[in-house]
T-cell receptor
């Protein structure tokens, strides 16, 4: 069993919809949780960075961490075609380094 | 742009050969990490260097080795290439252990035949 599980999709939603992406994990040592976005032929770029449990909001993006359930989520409101990409969850015991990534969910927003 | 560049963009090698991939980080970024991303998978952590010393390694064999130089450049070397080494190799840099943001380069696509 992988340390981090993520549904690879693909996931297609209409423009303007709310998107929900999630990951589960098994390693209790993970304290730092990140969401990265990766466009085709590009490296991942950091979207959200959270420490421990709780919610964090940044514009149209909201990250949630539930350490008791070992479950993290990313919500995208008012989704746009430019949000079409692969979304990777990542986590680490140490901060934004030495990351363990999920498989990535491929998301397409349909105009 | 992230300020992290990698070369070459693409590379084709045959099984058993050796390869060197290069990365150039932003000035002041003392931490560099390398990740392997197989097709359809998330990146896997290979190792990290801080101020030219290795300070963390993932589950990769010793034939994967690295170097970090004082001019914020670094190398990933892979010996005795295997077919399963075919992947996108990503370099990522950050300022230091307390820096929250890690910047990824665009990657080098390695194909082993």
């Amino acid at each position: 069993q992988k340390e981090v599980e993520q549904d690879p999709g693909p996931l297609s939603v209409p423009e303007g919809a709310i998107v929900s992406l999630n990951c589960t994990y098994s390693n209790s040592a993970f304290q730092y949780f990140m969401w990265y976005r990766q466009y085709s032929r590009k490296g991942p770029e950091l979207l959200m960075y959270t420490y421990s449990s709780g919610n964090k909001e940044d514009g149209r993006f909201t990250a949630q961490v539930d350490k008791s359930s070992k479950y993290i989520s990313l919500f995208i409101r008012d989704s746009q075609p430019s949000d079409s990409a692969t979304y990777l969850c990542a986590m680490s015991p140490w901060g934004n380094e030495k990351l363990t990534f999920g498989t990535g969910t491929r998301l397409t927003i349909i105009p | 742009e992230t300020g992290v560049t990698q070369s070459p963009t693409h590379l084709i090698k045959t099984r058993g050969q050796q390869v060197t991939l290069r990365c150039s980080s932003q000035s002041g970024h003392n931490t560099v990490s390398w990740y392997q991303q197989a097709l359809g998978q998330g990146p896997q952590f290979i190792f990290q260097y801080y101020r030219e010393e290795e300070n963390g390694r993932g589950n990769f064999p010793p034939r994967f080795s690295g170097l970090q130089f004082p001019n914020y450049s670094s190398e990933l070397n892979v010996n005795a290439l295997e077919l399963d080494d075919s992947a996108l190799y990503l370099c990522a840099s950050k300022g230091g252990p307390e820096d929250d943001t890690q910047y990824f380069g665009p990657g080098t696509r390695l194909t082993v035949l």
